[in-house]
């Protein structure tokens, strides 16, 4: 059975009872033969006619909000490297999997806000527009033609905030016990950056690890490195460090890893940068080349942290 949502702007989301719309897509971790979980948190592309009916100018905000087709990047480089994939199926505009789930502009919710509800100038991505639930764009203003009820919000993150994160969890520690460490690989896009200097050559890749907090330096470094070995510009954590996906997920200490991975979209997409280009094949066997040396060393780690416990 699924329920359709009737009160606020986001009733396209739907609700799975029994069976019904998943609001993600995972493969690879029974016959993984990698300790990395790429996942795209922003790939997903299932919209409801009435969540676009919902939308002041649907087109334009898709393609700006949307990491536009991540989630085909991600798929195609788990296939080739054999990692295993999660990749979002709900979009962005509707809950964005990036923010904390008290991360919300209440300004943009109809009803009663609970009591330990944080006041939307604590958080900062609300007030910038791109919380939990996107409210403006830079250039655009507001995305919604009206308010969203309480009820909903609270649905949204019941329904895919809340279960996204848990399998992100539950596969990630399946990795590490069977392998001794895991590494997340968060899988984002971006627009092209631009130049600061007249003479400088704007990143192709931006690598995050909130500044050291979320992924071993050795793994970064060897990301760094492995790209600007290929000739792609590569930049670490200016613009981009990561977001709520590595500080809920990434423990080092622990033997989880968690990376963010930021894609110009002009090394994939056409020119417009609305579809996939020819270059999109080149990218992916660029990325799978990349997983593939940062699995190796992740299995290193992993080999170093049981070893004392099997001389125990």
């Given at each position: 059975?699924?329920?359709?949502d009737t009160?606020?702007h986001?009733?396209?989301?739907?609700?799975?009872?029994?069976?019904?719309?998943?609001p993600?897509k995972?493969?690879?971790?029974?016959d993984?033969?990698?300790?990395?979980?790429?996942?795209?948190p922003?790939?997903?592309?299932?919209?409801?006619?009435?969540?676009?009916?919902?939308?002041?100018?649907?087109?334009?905000?898709?393609?700006?909000?949307?990491?536009?087709?991540?989630?085909?990047?991600?798929?195609?480089?788990?296939?080739?490297?054999?990692?295993?994939v999660?990749?979002?199926?709900?979009?962005?505009a509707?809950?964005?999997?990036?923010?904390?789930?008290?991360?919300?502009?209440?300004?943009?919710?109809?009803?009663?806000r609970?009591?330990?509800?944080?006041?939307?100038?604590?958080n900062?991505?609300?007030?910038?527009?791109?919380?939990i639930?996107?409210?403006?764009?830079?250039?655009?203003?507001?995305?919604?033609?009206g308010?969203?009820?309480?009820?909903?919000?609270?649905?949204?993150?019941?329904?895919?905030?809340?279960p996204?994160?848990?399998?992100?969890?539950?596969?990630?520690?399946a990795?590490?016990?069977r392998?001794?460490?895991?590494?997340?690989?968060?899988?984002?896009?971006?627009?092209?950056?631009?130049?600061?200097?007249a003479?400088?050559?704007?990143a192709e890749?931006?690598?995050?690890?909130?500044?050291?907090?979320?992924?071993?330096?050795?793994?970064i470094?060897?990301?760094?490195?492995?790209?600007?070995?290929?000739?792609?510009g590569?930049?670490?954590?200016?613009?981009?460090?990561?977001?709520?996906?590595?500080?809920?997920?990434?423990?080092?200490a622990?033997?989880?890893?968690?990376?963010?991975?930021?894609v110009?979209?002009?090394?994939?997409?056409?020119?417009?940068?609305?579809?996939?280009?020819?270059?999109?094949?080149?990218?992916?066997?660029?990325?799978?080349?990349?997983?593939?040396?940062?699995?190796?060393?992740?299995?290193f780690?992993?080999?170093?942290?049981?070893?004392?416990n099997?001389?125990?």
């Open positions: 059975m699924v329920e359709r009160e606020g986001g009733s396209g989301v739907l609700i799975a009872r029994e069976h019904g719309f998943q993600f995972a493969s690879g971790l029974e993984s033969a990698s300790p990395i979980v790429i996942a795209a922003h790939g997903g592309r299932d919209y409801g006619p009435d969540v676009l009916a919902a939308m002041r100018d649907p087109d334009g905000t898709r393609l700006r909000l949307e990491d536009r087709y991540v989630d085909l990047l991600a798929e195609a480089v788990a296939e080739q490297c054999g990692a295993a999660i990749v979002a199926r709900v979009p962005r509707v809950i964005d999997l990036n923010r904390a789930p008290d991360d919300v502009d209440w300004g943009m919710i109809s009803g009663s609970p009591k330990s509800a944080r006041h939307s100038l604590s900062r991505r609300a007030r910038s527009g791109l919380g639930i996107p409210r403006r764009l830079p250039g655009s203003g507001e995305i919604w033609r308010p969203v009820a309480v009820e909903d919000l609270e649905r949204r993150i019941a329904t895919v905030h809340r996204y994160h848990a399998h992100v969890a539950a596969t990630l520690e990795m590490r016990d392998w001794g460490a895991a590494l997340l690989v968060d899988l984002h896009s971006m627009p092209p950056l631009r130049k600061r200097i003479d400088e050559v704007p890749f931006v690598i995050g690890d909130r500044f050291g907090a979320s992924c071993g330096h050795h793994l470094a060897n990301a760094l490195r492995h790209l600007g070995e290929r000739g792609r590569v930049a670490h954590n200016r613009p981009y460090s990561g977001g709520y996906v590595l500080d809920r997920h990434g423990f080092p622990r033997g989880i890893h968690a990376m963010q991975v930021e110009c979209r002009s090394t994939y997409l056409c020119a417009n940068l609305e579809e996939p280009s020819a270059r999109f094949q080149s990218v992916v066997k660029l990325l799978a080349g990349l997983m593939r040396a940062l699995a190796d060393e992740v299995a780690f992993g080999r170093e942290r049981m070893l004392p099997a001389a125990e």
